[in-house]
C-alpha cells in the first residue's frame, strides 16, 4: 500500500527523500494501473510538468522550508481548476483553460503537494454512480464488475489503487462520501464553507463543498490543516471555527426507516458497525423523517433548479452535448417557479430548526453510508432510480449544513466495501475526526481486499445442509461446478430440520421461524455465477435455494423447503444436524 501523505512529507522535510523520488515513484504507480483503468483520469500532467514541479518543491526544502504537504502527489477532481490544465467538468464541449487555479489547489501547491492530473466523474457532478461520463466509467477497484461511486469516481480509484495517497473531490449530496465508502477509504466532506469552493465547477452553489480521499484520518486531518480557513474573494467561504464533539449519545436511524434495498450483507455489517459505536456512546434510534424530508428537497424540490442555474447555457446552447441522464435531471429544474422556490427555502429553514433542536439531544449520527452497491449493467438498466438509493443516508447533511465523515465499516463478499457515516453539527470536523480514531480502533477491521487487477469472477456462497454435504450422494452436483469449500458452521438458532418422506435420495427439509428452532450444521461453498444458477436449476420441490442466516450473522443463499415438503416429514432438528441423521439411521 502507498505510503501515507502525512509519511512522505515528513520524509521529504527531513531530507531522508525527495520530492523528486515521490513524483517517480507515482509515475510508475499510474502508468502501471494504465493498464488497467486508464479511465479514471481526463487530463495528466506530464513526466516533464511533474518532475519540474518536484524539483521546484526539493528547492524549497533546501532553501530551508518545512512543507506540510511536501512532495506529496495527488489528484484532483476535474471540476477543480488547476492552472496549466483544462477543466471539463466531464463535458468536452463545456471545457475552458483556467486564468489561475482554485483556492484549494493553490493552497496545496503551496503546501508542497504535487498534482499528478484530473480524475473523472460524473458529468457536472451530478449523480452518484460513476458511470456518466463521455471519457469512460471508472468501476470499483475491487471488483470492476460494480460502480466506484460518484460523482468523484475517479479521484476515489486514484487513491484506492495506491496511485497517490490523497485525492480532491466534491460534495453536494454525497459525491465525497459514497466513492470512499465502496472503495474502502476516509471520504472526509467539511462543513460548507471550510474548505473554499471559488474556483470549482458549480453543481448546487449554496451547498456544494470540496472533499478529500484518504486511507487514514492523520492524511485527512492534515489536508484539512492546509485547505480550512476564510478565502475573502469567496462568497461562500466562512472563518475557520471548530466545535468540541464528546460522543455520548449517537443517533441512528428507527430500524424501520432503515433502507438496505434487499441487500442484508449491508444490512448485517451496519449492526456490527453499531456494536463497535456502543462500545463509545450511547447508541439512540431516531425517527429519521424530517431529515429524509430534507434530502427530497435536493433533486425532488427545488434545489434541482440550482443545478440548472449552474448549467443554463450549455442546456440552452448545446444540451445534446450533456449526457443524457444528466441532462434529465437538471433539465427538471426549468419548470420549478420562485414561489416553489421561496416555498422550500421556508420549508427548509423549518427542517434546519428541528436539526438544530435534535443536537440538543445527540452528539453525533451513524448512517450507513449507503444501503447497498450496484454492478455497473444494473445502472445501465435503471440510472436515475438506483442513483437515488445511494443517495438515501448523504443528500441532507450540505442542506443541513452538517460535517461528516465516511468511514470503513467491512468488506460485502464482493469485496466492495461498506461504510457508515459520522454525522456532526456544522464546525465538527476535526471532532468527528477523534470519534472516527475511536471507532476504527474498537472495529479493528481487515485490511481491504486485494485490488482487481484482472476482472473479479462473481461468485456466490451456498449453504448445504443434506444431500449435499461432503461424501454425501449429491455432492458431485458442487465438485463438477469447481465449487470451493468455505466453512462447516451452524445456522442461526432459528431453524427447523426435518427428514422428508419419501425423497430419493433421502433429503432433509430445513425450515426458518419455527417455534423450537435451533442451530444446524451447514457447509459452505462458494461458486461462479453462472454456475450457481446451473445449481438452482436443478433444486427440485418441494426444495428451492432461497437465503439462510448463519450463526454469526450473515447471509448466504441456501436450501430452505416449501410447506408441503413437511407433509409427512420427520421432525430431526433435535440431533442438530443431517449427518447425525444419518449416523442414526445406520
Known amino acids: 500500500m502507498i505510503e501515507p501523505a502525512a509519511h512522505i512529507a515528513a520524509a521529504v522535510n527531513a531530507r531522508e527523500t525527495t520530492a523528486v523520488t515521490q513524483a517517480e515513484a507515482a509515475l510508475a504507480r499510474i502508468a502501471a494501473y494504465d493498464a488497467i483503468q486508464p479511465q479514471i483520469w481526463i487530463s495528466r500532467a506530464s513526466n516533464e510538468q511533474v518532475l519540474a514541479a518536484a524539483r521546484a518543491v526539493d528547492a524549497r526544502i533546501a532553501a530551508g522550508e518545512t512543507l506540510p504537504l511536501a512532495g506529496v502527489p495527488y489528484a484532483v477532481k476535474d471540476n477543480i481548476d488547476v492552472e496549466g490544465f483544462e477543466t471539463t467538468a466531464a463535458c468536452p464541449a463545456f471545457a ?61 480509484i486514484a487513491v484506492a489503487a495506491g496511485l497517490v495517497p490523497i485525492a480532491l473531490g466534491t460534495d453536494t449530496a454525497g459525491s465525497g462520501r459514497v466513492p470512499a465508502a465502496f472503495n474502502h477509504l476516509i471520504g472526509f466532506k467539511p462543513t460548507k464553507g471550510r474548505w473554499p469552493t471559488r474556483g470549482v465547477v458549480p453543481a448546487c452553489r449554496s451547498v456544494d463543498c470540496v472533499t478529500v480521499f484518504a486511507h487514514d484520518t492523520t492524511d485527512a486531518a492534515l489536508l484539512d490543516g492546509v485547505l480550512a480557513g476564510l478565502d475573502p474573494a469567496d462568497p461562500w467561504s466562512k472563518p475557520l471555527a471548530d466545535r468540541s464533539l464528546t460522543p455520548r449519545k449517537i443517533g441512528v436511524p428507527l430500524r424501520r426507516q432503515r433502507q438496505f434495498f434487499g441487500d442484508a450483507e449491508s444490512e448485517y455489517l451496519y449492526d456490527r458497525a453499531l456494536d463497535h459505536l456502543a462500545t463509545l456512546a450511547q447508541i439512540v434510534e431516531i425517527d429519521i423523517a424530517p431529515l429524509q424530508e430534507a434530502a427530497q428537497l435536493l433533486y425532488g424540490g427545488p434545489w434541482v433548479a440550482e443545478r440548472t442555474a449552474a448549467m443554463a447555457q450549455i442546456l440552452t446552447e448545446n444540451p445534446d ?25 421556508y420549508r427548509l429553514a423549518e427542517l434546519k430548526r428541528h436539526a438544530d433542536l435534535m443536537w440538543g439531544e445527540l452528539d453525533a449520527l451513524a448512517f450507513p453510508t449507503t444501503g447497498t452497491t450496484y454492478r455497473v449493467a444494473e445502472l445501465a438498466a435503471a440510472p436515475i432510480a438506483l442513483n437515488s438509493n445511494l443517495g438515501a443516508y448523504t443528500n441532507f447533511v450540505n442542506l443541513l449544513d452538517m460535517a461528516a465523515l465516511a468511514v470503513p465499516a467491512g468488506t460485502r463478499h464482493n469485496c466492495t466495501g461498506f461504510g457508515i457515516t459520522l454525522i456532526g453539527p456544522a464546525d465538527t470536523d476535526r471532532a468527528l475526526l477523534t ?3 475511536a471507532y476504527l480502533a474498537q472495529a479493528n477491521l481487515a485490511p481491504p481486499p486485494p485490488l482487481d487487477l484482472e476482472g473479479t469472477m462473481q461468485t456466490v456462497k451456498l449453504a448445504v445442509v443434506g444431500a449435499h454435504l461432503k461424501d454425501m450422494p449429491l455432492h458431485w452436483q458442487l465438485t463438477s461446478r469447481e465449487a470451493a469449500f468455505v466453512e462447516a458452521t451452524h445456522t442461526a438458532p432459528t431453524y427447523k430440520l426435518y427428514a422428508m418422506a419419501d425423497s430419493v435420495p433421502p433429503k432433509p427439509a430445513l425450515v426458518h421461524g419455527a417455534e423450537g428452532g435451533a442451530a444446524i450444521a451447514v457447509e459452505v461453498y462458494e461458486l461462479g455465477v453462472a454456475e450457481f444458477g446451473s445449481f438452482t436449476v436443478e433444486v427440485p420441490a418441494p426444495l428451492a435455494i432461497g437465503t439462510v442466516t ?19 416429514a420427520q421432525d430431526i432438528t433435535h440431533l442438530g444436524g443431517w449427518r447425525a441423521y444419518i449416523a442414526q439411521k445406520n
Not at 468501476?139 to 479521484?155: E, I, K, M
Not at 434529465?328 to 427555502?345: D, H, I, P, R
Not at 448463519?550 to 409427512?568: C, H, I, M, Q, Y
Open 435 to 437: 470519534l472516527a480514531d
Open 321 to 345: 452535448a450533456i449526457d443524457p441522464t444528466v441532462r434529465t435531471v437538471v433539465e427538471a429544474g426549468w419548470s420549478k417557479t420562485a414561489v416553489e422556490a421561496f416555498n422550500g427555502v
Open 550 to 568: 448463519l450463526a454469526d450473522g450473515t447471509s448466504v443463499k441456501g436450501f430452505v423447503a416449501e410447506p408441503r415438503a413437511l407433509t409427512g
Open 96 to 156: 475552458y483553460q483556467p486564468e489561475a487555479s482554485a483556492t484549494v489547489t493553490q493552497r496545496l501547491a503551496a503546501a508542497g503537494a504535487i498534482c499528478m492530473g484530473k480524475t473523472n466523474l460524473d458529468q457536472f457532478a451530478t449523480g452518484l454512480v460513476g458511470v456518466r461520463s463521455p471519457y469512460g466509467i471508472p468501476r470499483n477497484a475491487f471488483n470492476r464488475a460494480y460502480v466506484s461511486g460518484g460523482s468523484s469516481s475517479g479521484s476515489a
